[in-house]
């Protein structure tokens, strides 16, 4: 399985990498912004995305949208500090397939990618 | 800022420091600055656009940064530029994590990240600056808050 981790955060897509290694997954690309992050989307086709929502260039919603378009089957869980009902609701209508807040336990995470690949890790 | 503002803040510190390590934290009487910042080794600082405006900075030790990094990534030594970007990334979640209380229109920014206390940085926020004391561990930090 291939996965992209989109944050701007360095210590955030580390951690998220590292927990996914440990649930098996290999083949790991990162970005730090919604506009390198559709560019890799386009060429490497990846099975699952977690994205952040406040990031430069291009926010992570604008950047799901545009996910959406390429593969309306796309496979994103968004992952953000914002805390609000309007948010997350907003993720899920553009097509998230899970949301989890920050920050994070070890274990939300793997059962949230978990859930997400319906075991096809 | 109410009174009850400021106490979001404090909730979602102390959450944070709970979610992340397992571990309480202490939050000191706020107190207000009108003027000037008080910076230590590592800043993240997160401007704050549409219902409210201003800004908040969290600010704290690198040996505290580095704990809470290596917590995170299971690495006793994370490096430098990790340390350096946990700043912004706590600043960021307790930002973001206070939209439960403030809602979707209180609009964040990415973070800023300040190293020391640099002679060519203004930092511009809305006095009064409420400055928020936490103890975690034996490590002191700051978190203010200043928004109007």
Redesign the interface.
């Known amino acids: 399985m291939k996965m992209l981790i989109v944050d701007?955060?360095?210590?955030?897509r580390?951690?998220i990498e590292?927990y996914a290694a440990e649930l098996g997954i290999k083949n790991i690309l990162t970005a730090s912004n919604g506009k390198d992050a559709l560019r890799i989307f386009e060429s490497e086709s990846p099975s699952l995305v977690t994205l952040d929502i406040?990031?430069?260039e291009m926010d992570g919603i604008e950047c799901l949208e545009q996910i959406m378009k390429i593969d309306a089957h796309a496979r994103v869980i968004i992952i953000?500090?914002?805390?609000?009902n309007?948010?997350g609701l907003l993720a899920l209508k553009k097509g998230a397939a899970g949301f989890l807040?920050?920050?994070f336990?070890p274990e939300q995470i793997r059962d949230e990618i978990a859930e997400v690949t319906g075991g096809m890790i | 800022m109410t009174e009850q503002e400021v106490k979001y803040f404090i909730d979602v510190v102390v959450n944070?420091f709970r979610?992340?390590s397992g571990e309480p934290s202490e939050m000191g009487i706020p107190f207000v600055k009108e003027k000037e910042t008080m910076l230590l080794d590592y800043t993240g600082l997160i401007g704050i656009s549409g219902a409210k405006k201003g800004a908040i900075y969290l600010t704290a030790s690198k040996e505290m940064l580095g704990e809470i990094?290596s917590i995170?990534?299971?690495d006793d030594d994370?490096g430098e530029?990790?340390i350096v970007?946990?700043a912004?990334?706590i600043a960021?979640?307790?930002?973001?994590?206070?939209?439960?209380n403030?809602?979707?229109s209180?609009m964040?920014?990415?973070?800023i990240i300040l190293k020391g206390c640099p002679d060519d940085v203004i930092i511009r926020m809305v006095p009064p600056i409420f400055i928020i004391p936490i103890k975690w561990r034996k490590h002191s930090a700051f978190l203010a808050v200043g928004l109007e």
Not at chain 2, 92 to 100: F, L, M, P, Q, S
């Open positions: 701007d955060s360095f210590v955030i580390k951690t590292k406040t990031m430069p953000t500090a914002l805390k609000d309007a948010t807040l920050k920050p336990t | 944070y979610d992340i990094t995170l990534l299971g994370p530029e990790l970007d946990m912004g990334e960021n979640t307790i930002a973001g994590n206070v939209r439960e403030f809602g979707a209180f964040i920014s990415v973070p």
